[in-house]
């Protein structure tokens, strides 16, 4: 089996994650909910978490990062804290769902700036006509259909200009591209652990700069006697028992990435995803969405058939074992923007374990595919 689909989840995963996991629910307790020794473990490891992801990410306090199910409800949590019925909030062409549908369950004017694939000029062209008199501003950091890599610090240094509150959607970039929080300027970045992190489902990260709103109350292990939210971070927004043995796969995961180095896992994914995509556009009836720039494309690849459907080449490269995710993946604006909405795409995302051999196999795996499908 070839695993091309990290961009949904990272399965390959350092073998600390599933270790420190196990440890964990053999070892420890909630956080703040006692004074014996299981309880001191969690809340030591728990914290050690907070302080590895602040250094990652160039946080100044710990205590502004806090720990959430996924990037969904991260940026739920922040949309939440900024947004109100009727404001105008723009967002890129290239949004997921997790951004689109919370805004409008708030009731939000949604502007989408939609510009051609792969061009950072004509985004941040249009975001600097935008911006001015909005009062929010969401961006995903890198697409996860095709892996434009938007150019979030110059739309992050506009809205700093007109003093309008920057949300980044770092569901795609983190543990595989520079993301830095006071560069940034950003009120919110949110994030998956279970993605780039190569930590485990259900955790999650929101980086917080800025006044937040609980969209989940209860129990805190902190200002016990109040009926309200504490008013002070992470228990602000940390209502319940924390998933620890999640928290400390994170934090393994985490670790090895600090290990490895985010530029090198860059510019290897990067380079796989070129690799790959030279070798498909070789194969007739393919289309496959590559920038020009390198720059602008990080590890996700998107293709599609003249004939063979999205959803059968996808279940045919399964049948071949190739994973890969098939459809609008949950990202409709996206597919809007590159004009591929009826049909959707095949992704094919890679991750630091992938190989330069498991890349040689794909063409011989997917002329399989095709045949199949075509039968």
């Given at each position: 089996m070839i695993y091309l689909d990290s961009a949904a989840t990272s399965m390959q995963k350092p073998r600390a994650v599933s270790e420190e996991m196990l440890t964990a629910m053999r070892t420890m307790a909630s956080p703040g909910r006692g004074g014996h020794r299981p309880a001191q473990l969690a809340e030591e490891k728990v914290f050690e978490c907070r302080v590895e992801l602040a250094s990652m990410f160039n946080v100044p306090e710990p205590e502004n990062v806090v720990f959430t199910m996924n990037a969904?409800?991260?940026?739920?949590?922040?949309?939440?804290?900024?947004?109100?019925?009727?404001?105008?909030?723009?967002?890129?062409?290239?949004?997921?769902?997790?951004?689109?549908?919370?805004?409008?369950?708030?009731?939000?004017?949604?502007?989408?700036?939609?510009?051609?694939?792969?061009?950072?000029?004509?985004?941040?062209?249009?975001?600097?006509?935008?911006?001015p008199g909005a009062q929010c501003v969401v961006c995903t950091h890198v697409s996860n259909v095709f892996g434009f890599v938007l150019p979030v610090y110059g739309i992050a240094k506009i809205c700093q200009?007109?003093?309008?509150?920057?949300?980044?959607?770092?569901?795609?970039?983190?543990?595989?591209?520079?993301?830095?929080?006071?560069?940034?300027?950003?009120?919110?970045?949110?994030?998956?652990?279970?993605?780039?992190?190569?930590?485990?489902?259900?955790?999650?990260?929101?980086?917080?700069?800025?006044?937040?709103?609980?969209?989940?109350?209860?129990?805190?292990?902190?200002?016990?006697?109040?009926?309200?939210?504490?008013?002070?971070?992470?228990?602000?927004?940390?209502?319940?028992?924390?998933?620890?043995?999640?928290?400390?796969?994170?934090?393994a995961g985490v670790r090895y990435l600090r290990q490895r180095g985010i530029a090198g896992i860059e510019a290897r994914e990067r380079g796989l995803i070129r690799a790959l995509a030279q070798s498909l556009r070789a194969m007739p009836g393919l289309e496959v969405y590559l920038a020009q720039d390198e720059s602008a494309q990080a590890g996700v690849l998107s293709i599609r058939h003249e004939r063979i459907g999205s959803e059968e080449l996808g279940a045919a490269l399964g049948a071949v074992g190739v994973c890969v995710r098939a459809g609008l993946h949950c990202a409709p604006y996206a597919h809007e923007s590159a004009g591929t909405i009826d049909t959707g795409t095949v992704r094919l995302s890679v991750s630091p374990f992938n190989t330069p051999r498991e890349m040689s196999r794909i063409p011989e795996l997917m002329s399989r595919a095709l045949a199949l499908a075509s039968a």
């Open positions: 969904t409800h991260g940026l739920n949590i922040a949309l939440s804290s900024l947004v109100s019925p009727g404001d105008r909030v723009v967002v890129s062409g290239w949004e997921h769902n997790a951004v689109t549908r919370p805004l409008v369950m708030l009731g939000a004017q949604i502007d989408a700036v939609r510009t051609p694939l792969f061009d950072t000029a004509a985004a941040l062209e249009g975001f600097r006509q935008r911006i200009e007109y003093s309008v509150p920057f949300v980044l959607d770092a569901s795609q970039s983190a543990g595989a591209l520079d993301v830095d929080m006071q560069k940034l300027g950003a009120a919110f970045v949110a994030m998956p652990g279970h993605k780039g992190l190569l930590g485990p489902q259900g955790t999650g990260v929101l980086l917080c700069n800025s006044t937040t709103t609980p969209i989940i109350a209860g129990g805190t292990g902190s200002a016990s006697r109040s009926q309200s939210m504490p008013h002070f971070l992470p228990d602000r927004l940390e209502a319940g028992t924390h998933n620890v043995p999640g928290i400390a796969g994170l934090l």
